[in-house]
């Protein structure tokens, strides 16, 4: 067996063993891990709170030229992100005309055909499905990589952009916020975390608002100080349900305790030079609530083409140095980087008000809780009894 605090604080697995070329990278990525040990177990208790949301700010207005808000992705009533069930809500309220659908970042394809209800369920089908919008970002211009292939299901293949489907990130609990979107590119290292979300507030009303003009300093603030307010407490099951609190005391303890041995993992497990490492959920997830500033993206396998649906793309990618071809559903950091070894890498996001807020993963890829942990069980191998995947998900429910 392995002594408690080894599986629990990735630092004391990994720090003084760590030792890389790149030190940039592993300043970050020990900085990132360090933190489970530092933190410990009392930050998974969640003692953060749930501020009222403030009507008058510019986070819910409509900033831009086609009726859409941050909070028209943000949404409260879905956990602060978008779910297919508060979408198909507000399709069929709408007929497919609320602001959330415009063909520009929401159909599956710009050139969708949008002039009937019927052809907007088509064009949005994917959006209703998984919660995803589709991102669309030139290839960098000093790639590492070529493109060979896009076997794009919605023909919205271009030679020189690539569209992929993420979700909306929740807004919530800003202190513990490391990353600001997916492919972390709006993060500058040494600028705070404020000026990153500044940085997405001004890029959202360009393009998801398609406003002509950036907004001004003033709704950039307020935009900001909105998001700094959200948290979101955990919500323990009451006393009186004695049987659901038992399973969530046994969930936190797997997803702390029970050892995963890390391997293949993009971001982590080349960067530190450790084919294996000995971890847990918390390795990666430092605080149930989420993965601080410091923390780096990873590839932890939800892009390997064998996880492919009929509804994603597959990109085909050579890498110039080594000749390698490799085969991604997203491209993840590689899209802002251009870098070979970023190809898939993805942040892990804050784990709070999961319970509200299906499909996970940043393609919606995993469409329960329990999805998720048959996903880490296989991928991982960690043999979770059929109780113990209960009781992961239980806590994972109370996050
Ligand atoms: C090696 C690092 C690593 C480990 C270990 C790890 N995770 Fe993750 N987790 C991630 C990353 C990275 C993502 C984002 C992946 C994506 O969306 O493609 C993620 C995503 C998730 C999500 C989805 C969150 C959302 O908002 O969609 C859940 C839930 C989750 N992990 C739970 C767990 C549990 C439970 C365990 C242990 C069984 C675990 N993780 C172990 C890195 C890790």
Request: proline share 7%; with cysteine; hydrophobic share 40%.
């Amino acid at each position: 067996m392995f002594p408690r605090g080894e599986s629990s604080g990735g630092a004391r697995i990994l720090g003084p063993a760590i030792r890389m070329r790149r030190p940039f990278l592993r300043k970050w990525v020990s900085r990132a891990l360090g933190l489970a040990a530092a933190l410990g177990a009392g930050a998974a208790r969640g003692d953060d709170s749930t501020p009222a949301p403030v009507p008058g700010s510019a986070f819910f207005q409509s900033l831009g030229s086609n009726g859409r808000a941050c909070a028209s992705r943000h949404h409260p009533a879905d956990g602060w992100t978008i779910t297919p069930r508060g979408l198909r809500a507000r399709f069929d309220a709408s007929g497919g005309l609320d602001p959330i659908f415009q063909r520009t970042d929401a159909a599956n394809c710009p050139g969708a055909d949008v002039s009937t209800a019927e052809a907007r369920r088509r064009a949005y089908s994917v959006l209703l499905a998984r919660g995803v919008i589709r991102v669309t970002l030139p290839v960098p211009s000093d790639a590492e990589f070529t493109v060979l292939a896009v076997d794009d299901p919605h023909g919205c293949a271009s030679p020189t952009a690539l569209s992929v489907y993420r979700r909306p990130l929740p807004l919530t609990n800003f202190d513990v916020l490391g990353t600001v979107v997916w492919d972390g590119r709006h993060t500058v290292a040494d600028r705070a975390v404020e000026d990153d979300l500044a940085a997405q507030a001004v890029e959202a009303t360009l393009t998801h608002a398609q406003s002509p003009r950036p907004p001004t300093a003033e709704q950039v603030r307020e935009i900001v100080e909105f998001q700094r307010g959200l948290g979101r407490r955990r919500r323990e099951p009451s006393a009186a349900n004695a049987r659901t609190a038992e399973a969530v005391t046994r969930g936190e303890g797997i997803f702390k305790t029970r050892i995963l041995l890390i391997n293949g993992v993009g971001g982590l497990n080349d960067v530190l030079e450790k084919p294996f490492i000995v971890g847990s959920c918390a390795t990666c997830h430092d605080t149930p609530a989420g993965v601080r500033r410091a923390a780096a993206l990873l590839n932890i396998g939800v892009n390997d083409p064998a996880r492919r649906t009929p509804d994603l793309p597959l990109f085909t990618l050579r890498c110039r140095a080594t000749g390698e071809v490799v085969k991604t559903l997203d491209l993840g950091r590689a899209l802002v980087t251009g870098a070979c070894r970023d190809i898939g890498k993805i942040k892990a996001p804050v784990l709070r008000g999961l319970a509200g807020r299906a499909p996970y993963f940043h393609n919606g890829s995993a469409a329960t809780l329990m999805d998720v942990v048959e996903f880490y069980n296989a991928r991982f191998q960690i043999r979770l009894a059929p109780q113990e995947k209960a009781d992961l998900v239980a806590f994972l429910s109370t996050l």
